[in-house]
């Protein structure tokens, strides 16, 4: 099966496990996070009576292929605001040509896109498979047609002296015209030269013999580009100042928000699609923004910090119920693998993943939902306006070594009162609640400490280090008390059957265990990360 159909089947059937609120198996994962083709080429501007290059006297080429003619017919899709066009990304439906179909292609560096295909299904229906990689950057714009290009390509296959297919060479002749905004129709002749097995230099070794013809290099970046002419709109590409010991504090914070921002952008597709890990990695960056926030909100202005707080924390709670289902049913899992072969009852392994994936299946609706609102749309936009117009008060733009050091340290001194707090528990589930708090702060501070390793160099490292020990060990401890309340109420079932009483005794038992060493562990790791502290 082509990459792109195993991609398209992949994630029809994850959105029909989705709605059927069936775990989706790993299988359709894998064919849905197949990587797009990697399409590297280089465009020329020639003129309609230009002379074809001798190709065979390119380096490296040893024949040249008999040429092949298509007719291809292609409408280019974009918001009316062109946002796709801002982040330099095309969607294409095309038809004629031997890759007919719906055609994304995203900027992945000089000279090279990635292109994600699918079938060509319906004229003005944009595929899920692709509109779910744009969500998150048009948030809930219609997609619809901007442009209309008609195409007479020749192609030309290059071989090296192996036989090997090193690029092709396509003259063509466009035809092109604007629909939204409306414009002129554009008539005029290109040659594009896309690598096929060929490596970068083959580009260096062909251009003598191009500019010999008297063309030149495109100066424009597509063809739906030059057909929309002043309409093209500039590039989006926001400035996040780099972090410096002497510059102004503010930068520290909207460059480590500017990294979440990009965090958000990468994993949106993936939580829509099912993709591995991707549910994770979306509530981390919502945690770590909050994190910054938290640390530094005395250098800003706010009510702004905790209104963009509270939409984080919103987001946080969406994603936490399918992520923490997910955790517990690997956790139990191995467990109940490590129980003696006579306590595995089939029932016990079918109670626990019963509840465990309906609770996944459910919170995993409910995030894909959630992505589809206004709301979620608005607070990707309130991340970015506080990137690019900080609420900065005075303080923040003085110099950003002294004014984190200190406002990072008190984080730490936060986790050392939440740590003094456990001894005075009263009893086991307040014992349990302070070690939660700890585990919080804990986290804080790490995330506090990854946002200022550009200034504070290896001190910073060492405190991140430390605290994101102390908040893995008292994760395992958090995780054994949510997985000790599941065991009580699973086992409280009514007519729950007999054969599964040990099993449930014997976890039971073993949580208890790890509780009790976690905490153990937890006070070393306390102790080490005491007193680790920056300096101004």
């Known amino acids: 099966m082509p990459v792109e159909e195993a991609r398209h089947d992949g994630h029809q059937q994850a959105h029909e496990f989705a709605a059927a609120g069936t775990r989706v198996p790993w299988g359709v994962l894998s064919a849905m996070d197949t990587p797009g083709k990697l399409e590297t080429e280089q465009k020329y501007d020639a003129g309609t009576s230009a002379a074809l290059p001798e190709l065979q006297e390119i380096e490296g080429v040893d024949h040249v292929a008999e040429p092949v003619t298509d007719q291809l017919e292609a409408v280019y899709f974009d918001t009316p605001a062109l946002a796709l066009a801002a982040r330099r990304m095309t969607l294409r439906r095309r038809t004629g ?20 295909h699918a079938p060509l299904g319906q004229p003005e ?37 192996g036989g090997e297919h090193l690029a092709d060479f396509a003259d063509d002749h466009v035809h092109a015209e604007a629909l939204r905004p409306p414009g002129p129709a554009v008539d005029w002749r290109e040659w594009e030269l896309e690598l096929v097995h060929g490596t970068a230099e083959l580009f260096e070794a062909a251009a003598a013999t191009l500019a010999s013809t008297g063309v030149s290099h ?35 914070v909207t460059a480590y928000l500017d990294a979440r921002i990009g965090d958000f952008i990468a994993n949106d597709p993936g939580v829509r699609m099912g993709t591995p890990d991707s549910v994770h990695k979306m509530r981390s960056a919502t945690r770590r923004a909050r994190s910054a926030l938290a640390t530094y909100r005395k250098l800003f202005n706010r009510s702004a910090v905790r209104e963009l707080q509270a939409e984080l ?20 899992r191995q467990h109940i693998l490590e129980l003696p072969e006579e306590q595995r009852s089939g029932l016990l392994t079918q109670m626990i993943e019963q509840e465990l994936v309906a609770a996944h299946d459910a919170g995993y609706r409910n995030v894909l939902k959630t992505l589809r609102t206004g709301r979620y749309f608005r607070l990707l936009g309130a991340l ?29 001194q936060r986790v ?10 009263a009893d086991t589930a307040a014992r349990d609640t302070a070690l939660h708090e700890v585990r919080k702060d804990a986290k804080r501070l790490r995330h506090a400490g990854e946002s200022v390793t550009e200034i504070h160099g290896k001190r910073a490292a060492k405190l991140t280090k430390a605290a994101g020990r102390l ?26 059957p007999v054969d599964t009483d040990l099993g449930f005794e014997s976890l039971l038992e073993m949580e ?12 070393k790791a306390g102790k080490k990360l005491r007193g680790l502290r920056l300096r101004p």
Do not use: C
């Open 97 to 116: 040509g031997a890759d007919e179909g719906w055609h994304l292609k995203l900027p992945a560096g000089t000279d090279q896109r990635e292109e994600i």
């Open 125 to 161: 229906t944009v595929p899920e498979e692709l509109s779910d990689h744009l969500q998150v950057f048009i948030r809930g714009d219609a997609l619809v047609p901007v442009a209309r290009l008609s195409t007479r390509r020749t192609t030309y296959r290059l071989y090296g002296p």
């Open 218 to 252: 495109s100066a424009y970046p597509s063809k739906v580009a030059r057909a929309l002419g002043d309409a093209w709109p500039a590039e989006f590409s926001p400035r996040t100042p780099t972090p410096r010991k002497k510059g102004p504090a503010v930068d520290v």
């Open 313 to 332: 924390k919103w987001l946080g709670q969406v994603l936490g119920p399918a992520r923490d289902a997910e955790v517990m049913l690997e956790r139990l």
């Open 384 to 412: 970015e306006d506080f990137r690019d117009h900080p609420p900065a008060k005075p303080r923040a733009f003085r110099p950003a070594r002294k004014v984190t050091a200190k406002l990072v340290n008190k984080a730490a």
């Open 416 to 425: 050392e009162r939440a740590r003094k707090a456990v001894k005075g528990s």
């Open 471 to 496: 908040q893995t060990v008292l994760g395992d401890h958090q995780d054994s008390v949510m997985a000790t309340d599941l065991l009580h109420r699973l086992a409280a079932t009514p007519d729950r």
């Open 512 to 523: 208890e265990r790890i509780a009790l060493k976690t905490e153990t562990k937890a006070r």
